[in-house]
């Protein structure tokens, strides 16, 4: 039996929704994106929000728009997507890596935060589909040292405890529409803030330094960081079926925990917020072994994130691993599973039949 480890969930509706763009012949960022940014920001419930050209400008939006660059620093947990550190990087900051408090828990270690003059913000990445299990304690720690809180929320949308949604507990959150998210537009982002003089530079900063198009007089410095109706047109389809989405998603972590039960260990959710699992994560003794097993089995398992330390982007910062033990045991026990909305049930049998096999 072939398990990919993920196919896309676009259908028929989708292609139809698209269709309406050409029949408008209006391609570029339009009334379509404008419709799609607003059902967005009503979602997760923050006062403003911009879209972006994919997940990674989002976050250097966000930053910009805080002011921070060169100069500056930001503490970065040492275990998420790459583009968390280099979206810091592209600014001319520079980010500064901290562990995770133990190898299920993909947070920011508080304890292990060392300040200095230069630190100006803190990001967060929700990974997983699930929120930091310290988000509030890290909030409250960025107010009392007057630093700004970026939550990397790319893999967190529709997750909430009823109040807060993800990426609304500090000054900018963002998320990502990349095609293996919860909803997709293939490529695509969003920045929110609850605060306006941040939402006012990102306006600047996201269309040519200008408020609107269709104008030649530039106020400010600014670039292209748009959307397309194209791609909103698809965004807007994939919401109407986000409820639908969510419990397919559900339903398979569900039968991944039946079949496994307690011969893994899972990632640490949070059971006060939703969760919308991105990939379900287990923990075994030896995850190199264990994938190479499911690979020959037919099955497209995935290791977690290569921690930053290790990248060897980041090598000059010339890191110990001693300084990330937590890190390290993440990455060499983690596997994602194939977590995809269309995986049988069969498939996700078969899949944890293998795992447990090699185990």
């Known amino acids: 039996m072939k398990v990919p480890q993920f196919r896309s969930y676009v259908d028929e509706s989708d292609y139809k929704n698209i269709a309406q763009v050409f029949e408008r012949n209006y391609i570029a960022e339009g009334p379509l994106s404008v419709e ?14 911009v879209l972006a050209s994919n997940g990674t400008l989002a976050l250097y939006m966000a930053l910009r728009a805080l002011e921070i660059g060169a100069g500056d620093e930001v503490i970065v947990q040492n275990v998420s997507f790459i583009a968390s550190a280099n979206a810091v990087e592209m600014t001319g900051a520079k980010p500064v890596f901290v562990d995770i ?28 589909g699930t929120v930091c299990s310290n988000v509030e304690a890290v909030r409250d720690f960025c107010k009392q040292n007057n630093l700004f809180l970026i939550e990397d929320a790319a893999q967190a949308l529709a997750i909430t405890n009823g109040t807060t949604h993800a990426g609304c507990f500090g000054d900018a959150g963002t998320f990502s529409f990349y095609a293996d998210k919860t909803i997709t537009t293939a490529e695509g982002g969003l920045v929110v803030t609850n605060n306006e003089s941040v939402h006012e530079r990102m306006v600047y900063l996201r269309n040519q330094g200008r408020k609107s198009s269709g104008t030649f007089v530039h106020p400010e410095i600014g670039y292209n960081f748009r959307m397309t109706d194209i791609q909103s047109a698809l965004g807007l389809s994939q919401l109407t079926k986000l409820n639908d989405i969510i419990s ?34 287990a923990f075994v003794n030896d995850a190199e072994k264990t994938m190479k097993h499911m690979n020959e089995a037919g099955i497209e398992p995935r ?16 890191l110990s691993p001693s300084e990330f033990p937590n890190s390290e045991e993440c990455f060499h026990r983690g596997i994602c599973l194939p977590t995809w909305v269309g995986i049988s049930e069969e498939q996700i049998a078969y899949t944890s039949e293998k795992l447990l096999e090699a185990l």
Do not use: C
Request: glycine share 4%; charged share 25%.
């Open 303 to 318: 290791s977690m994130f290569y921690p930053f330390h290790k990248q060897p982007s980041y090598a000059h910062y010339n």
């Open 36 to 49: 799609f940014r607003d059902k967005l920001v009503e979602l997760t419930g923050a006062n403003h929000g």
């Open 101 to 128: 408090p133990q190898f299920d828990d993909l947070t920011v270690d508080l304890d292990k935060i060392k300040l200095n003059k230069n630190t100006k913000a803190i990001m967060l990445a929700h990974l997983f």
């Open 248 to 281: 397919k998603k559900q339903r398979i972590a569900e039968l991944y925990h039946q079949h496994l039960g307690a011969n893994v260990r899972f990632l640490k959710i949070r059971d006060d917020f939703n969760y919308i699992p991105f990939r379900v994560i």
